[in-house]
C-alpha cells in the first residue's frame, strides 16, 4: 500500500466500512499490484467481432470477449496491438476494457443525434459511430486543443462519415443547441483513482486536487450536457474514478435538481456491480471494482429525460443562429473545380459502385471552402460561432497547376471511409508482405497491381487476410511499374 496516497487508503477504507464490505479490503488492496487489463475493440464498420478475433495474429484461446462489451476483447500481456497494419487500416480500437462500458450502455441506434461531450482521445466516439453505422450525426467535442488531435485522428481511422469535431466550452454549446441531442454521453473529467495501476501519473494528479473540486466541475458540466438533451432523450454519465462524491453523489445531485431525470437501471453482466446503496434507485447505476473483474475502476449511469406533453420539438431552435446548409449546387463556386472532383471519382472508383458512391453523395451535402471539399452529414446545420474542428468527412482539396490545370488531391480519411470494392485499381498485401511493410513506412513500391498499368492514376493498397480486403491508403501510378506512396507522413511506422 506504500505506492498508493495515504488519503486514498483512508478515503476507501471509510467507503468499504459504509457499505459493508470490509471483508474485500485485502484483494481491493491487492489488485493495484496486478498488471492492467489490455483490450481492444472491432470497429463494426469495417469488420464483425467475431471475424476480427480470427484476423489477429494470436491463437484463439488468448482471445476473450468482454462481458459487458460484444465487440470488445482482453488480450494477452505483452501483445502490441497498435503495431499491427490492422490497426492502420482502422479494424479495431484499442481500449482499456472498463472503458468500453459507457458507449455501450449509450446503444446509439442509426439516425439518431448524438453528442460525445468530452470525447478525446475518441474511444467512446469511436464506438458510438459505429453504432451509428453511417446514419445520423456523431457530435463529438474536446475543449482540450491538444487532445483534440487524437480525436479526430481516430474519428477519421475508423472511417466514419458522418461526424462533427469541436472544441468548445460545454457552457457555449449548452446556450446554442437547447434540446439538440437524442443522447449525450459526459465521460467526466475526474480525479482519475480507477487508472492508478495503470497510470502512475493518475496518483500525483489525485493529489493536486480534492474530490470536491472535480465534483463541481462535473456539476457544471451535466447542467449544460441536460440542455442540449432533448426530452425523451438519455444521458450516460461515466467516470474512472472510485469516489462517491463523484459518482452516485453526483447522480443524487441530478434527480434532486432536475425533476424530469430518472434513472434507467444497466443491465449488468458478469463483472458489473450495482452502484453503492446510497438510495435503493442508485443501485441501478453501475460500478467496476479491479478487484472482482479484469478492468479498471469505472463508474456509469443511465440517466432518462422525462418527455413533455404536448411539446414542439423545434420551439427551442432559434433559426438565425444557424449557418446556412450548404448544397451540392451552391457549394463550388468553379466550374473548373467540380470537373476536377468528377473526373477523379470516374477515374478511380469502379465503375458499378459508382452508383453507390453518387447516392451517398446526394444523401449529404458538399461544401466546397478555400479550396477544401467536405462531405456533410444530410440535414446538419451548425450554429454560428463554434470552433469547428472536423465538419463531416474531409474528402480532399482541389489545386491549380502550371498552365492553370485543376486537380483533386483525396485525404487519406476519405479513403478510409470506402471499401476495397469501390476502387477501380488496386495493389494488395497480406499484414506481413513486403508491399505492406513498405508502405507504411512511407517507401516507394511496385506492382504487380490491379488495374494500375497506366501511370498518373490514383489507386489503393489494401490489406488482405484470405478473401477479404480493407483500404489502408493512397497510391499513384508512376512509370516503369512503380508506385508513388501517398501515405501521410504523420501516421508512418518508423520500424
Known amino acids: 500500500m506504500t505506492d498508493l496516497p495515504s488519503a486514498f487508503i483512508a478515503e476507501m477504507q471509510q467507503l468499504f466500512a459504509r457499505f459493508g464490505f470490509q471483508h474485500e479490503w485485502p484483494a481491493f488492496v491487492a489488485s493495484f499490484s496486478q498488471p492492467a487489463a489490455v483490450g481492444l475493440r472491432a470497429n463494426t464498420l469495417k469488420i464483425a467481432a467475431e471475424k476480427l478475433s480470427s484476423v489477429l495474429p494470436i491463437r484463439g484461446e488468448e482471445v476473450k470477449s468482454v462481458p459487458w462489451s460484444p465487440d470488445g476483447f482482453y488480450l494477452p500481456a505483452g501483445f502490441r496491438p497498435g503495431r499491427l497494419p490492422e490497426h492502420s487500416a482502422g479494424l479495431f480500437y484499442i481500449q482499456e476494457p472498463s472503458a468500453m462500458l459507457p458507449a455501450a450502455v449509450l446503444n446509439a441506434k442509426p439516425g439518431e443525434r448524438i453528442l460525445d461531450l468530452c470525447a478525446a482521445p475518441g474511444g467512446k466516439s469511436t464506438k458510438i459511430a459505429a ?36 472544441r468548445e466550452t460545454p457552457e457555449r454549446m449548452a446556450a446554442l443547441l437547447p434540446e439538440y441531442f437524442d443522447a449525450v454521453l459526459v465521460d467526466a473529467p475526474c480525479s482519475g483513482s480507477g487508472m492508478f495501476r495503470r497510470d502512475p501519473n493518475a496518483r500525483e494528479s489525485w493529489l493536486q486536487f480534492d474530490r470536491l473540486y472535480y465534483a463541481t466541475l462535473q456539476r457544471d458540466i451535466l447542467r449544460s450536457a441536460w440542455t442540449m438533451l432533448r426530452p425523451g432523450g438519455r444521458l450516460v454519465y461515466s467516470t474512472c474514478t ?21 434513472i434507467q437501471p444497466i443491465s449488468k453482466p458478469a463483472g458489473v456491480d450495482d452502484g453503492l446503496p446510497l438510495t435503493a434507485e442508485m443501485m441501478g ?27 414542439n420539438e423545434t420551439e427551442s431552435i432559434d433559426p438565425e443562429a444557424w449557418e446556412k446548409k450548404s448544397n451540392f449546387d451552391e457549394s463550388w463556386e468553379e466550374k473548373a473545380a467540380w470537373e476536377a472532383f468528377d473526373r477523379f471519382i470516374v477515374e478511380t472508383l469502379a465503375v458499378d459502385r459508382l452508383p453507390l458512391f453518387v447516392a451517398a453523395m446526394n444523401h449529404g451535402s458538399l461544401r466546397y471552402d478555400c479550396g477544401r471539399l467536405h462531405l456533410l452529414t444530410a440535414g446538419l446545420q451548425v450554429p454560428v460561432g463554434l470552433c469547428k474542428v472536423k465538419t463531416g468527412l474531409f474528402l480532399g482539396q482541389i489545386r491549380r497547376l502550371r498552365g492553370q490545370r485543376v486537380v483533386f488531391e483525396p485525404s487519406h480519411a476519405f479513403l478510409l471511409s470506402l471499401t476495397a470494392p469501390d476502387f477501380s485499381r488496386t495493389a494488395s498485401g497480406s499484414s506481413d508482405s513486403d508491399l505492406i511493410r513498405r508502405y507504411l513506412r512511407g517507401e516507394t513500391t511496385t506492382g504487380p497491381a490491379d488495374g494500375m498499368s497506366e501511370p498518373g492514376y490514383h489507386g489503393a493498397v489494401l490489406l488482405k487476410h484470405g478473401e477479404c480486403r480493407w483500404p489502408l491508403g493512397w497510391i499513384k501510378t508512376m512509370p516503369g511499374n512503380q508506385m508513388k506512396n501517398l501515405y501521410p507522413q504523420a501516421w508512418l511506422r518508423l520500424i
Open 131 to 166: 453504432d451509428l453505422q453511417g446514419e445520423g450525426l456523431l457530435w463529438a467535442n474536446e475543449i482540450s486543443a491538444e487532445r483534440t488531435k487524437a480525436l479526430l485522428h481516430n474519428i477519421e481511422r475508423i472511417g466514419c462519415r458522418n461526424s462533427l469535431i469541436t
Open 242 to 262: 472510485f469516489s462517491l462524491a463523484e459518482n452516485e453523489e453526483v447522480v443524487a445531485w441530478m434527480l434532486e435538481t432536475y425533476p424530469d431525470c430518472r
Open 285 to 311: 447505476t453501475a460500478r467496476i471494482w479491479p478487484h472482482r473483474t479484469a478492468g479498471d475502476g469505472h463508474f456509469c449511469a443511465l440517466l432518462d429525460k422525462v418527455e413533455r406533453d404536448g411539446r
